[in-house]
């Protein structure tokens, strides 16, 4: 994704694109820290958003101004920078929302690698607008177009999707059409043993808490999730299942953002994809502040692809290990705090 948010920058320095004006606002979509800081003046002018905690916390680091949501009103931006990821649908809303925030006439531009198909969402604008120039460097391209002040993009808003008749769900969402296979073999162990005070980490739009309610006896349940969109989904698709369980939702990176929480009980089927390769340091991380989270004799229960090499992390972390079950690929684990 570096190169990306390079290459979004390069009509800006290149003088394609006109710097704003002292006072103006540019938004900055999905946004990303660029390796080369911008010129102090944009730098001072964006206004960045990202829902994404660890890139968030990265931006704010280097001192960009970030929120997880723009609130902003409608054509009063001069223009939008759109870092497009791997989500066709997510990208397409971020541009109508780009076109929404900008005035009419004030530059959105859009970046992306050429891997993750920037050249197909350069050619749904396209159709939409007339696309004024474009770059290509670092494997990725850069394109802008005009605001067009009218409702070109209004196809873009699409209404939530709705898995198993109940959740409701997004694209740029952890497996947003359908459970996650490893999710749905976990939650069929799920029984009344899990009760008292019970955390799901790595929530997403919310599954997993779904039959922690369902099929255990949780007096309160708390939820750590690292997307927000996916976090405030996940409170919607539980509000009218909670009964008298405490909810409560933590949007936090559990790989550098201690906890002050002990719980009884942690449900998890951690994320082990970095960008576009598996990286299995990622659930070591939720394995480590899931032993530190629990209270002594405390239970974690996860599922995880049967190949990532988790035991060392988890006989670091708990007194005893058992593995449940193995299927499709997948292990089940239940570890003794």
Same mark, same amino acid.
């Given at each position: ?66 929120? /997880? %949501?723009?609130? @902003?009103?409608? !054509?009063? +931006? &001069? $223009?939008?920078?759109?870092?497009? #990821? ?112 019970? /955390? %799901?980490?790595? @929530?997403?739009? !919310?599954? +997993? &808490? $779904?039959?922690?309610?369902?099929? #255990? ?121």
């Amino acid at each position: 994704m570096s190169g990306a948010v390079e290459t979004l920058f390069l009509p800006l320095s290149s003088g394609d694109i006109d710097p704003p004006r002292e006072g103006e606002r540019v938004a900055f979509l999905n946004a990303a820290v660029p390796l080369s800081a911008p010129d102090p003046a944009l730098k001072a002018a964006l206004l960045c958003e990202q829902g994404f905690r660890p890139d968030y916390l990265a931006l704010e680091r280097a001192g960009f101004v970030v929120t /997880a %949501d723009l609130n @902003a009103q409608d !054509g009063s +931006l &001069a $223009a939008a920078l759109v870092l497009a #990821g791997k989500h066709k649908g997510e990208n397409h809303a971020m541009l109508a929302r780009a076109a929404r925030l900008v005035k009419p006439g004030g530059t959105i531009a859009v970046a992306g690698d050429k891997a993750l198909g920037i050249a197909s969402l350069r050619k749904w604008a396209g159709d939409r607008v007339a696309i004024e120039g474009s770059l290509a460097k670092h494997r990725a391209t850069v394109f802008w177009f005009a605001a067009p002040g009218d409702e070109t993009f209004a196809d873009a808003f699409t209404a939530p999707a709705t898995v198993d008749g109940r959740f409701e769900t997004a694209p740029g969402m952890f497996s947003h059409t359908r459970p996650d296979p490893g999710s749905i073999l976990l939650a069929r162990h799920f029984d009344d043993r899990i009760k008292g005070a019970v /955390a %799901d980490f790595g @929530a997403g739009w !919310g599954y +997993l &808490a $779904a039959h922690v309610l369902e099929k #255990g006896r949780p007096q309160s349940l708390a939820l750590f999730e690292a997307h927000q969109p996916s976090l405030q989904a996940a409170g919607r698709n539980l509000a009218d299942i909670l009964g008298d369980v405490t909810l409560e939702m933590h949007w936090a990176d559990l790989t550098s953002e201690p906890l002050d929480r002990r719980f009884d009980w942690i449900v998890m089927n951690p994320p082990f994809h970095a960008g576009r390769g598996s990286e299995p340091d990622i659930g070591k991380a939720f394995i480590a502040a899931a032993s530190k989270a629990l209270k002594p004799g405390g239970r974690l229960l996860m599922v995880a692809n049967r190949k990532l090499p988790y035991e060392q992390a988890l006989a670091q972390g708990f007194r005893h290990v058992k593995e449940v079950t193995v299927e499709a690929g997948y292990k089940v684990v239940e570890a003794l705090r």
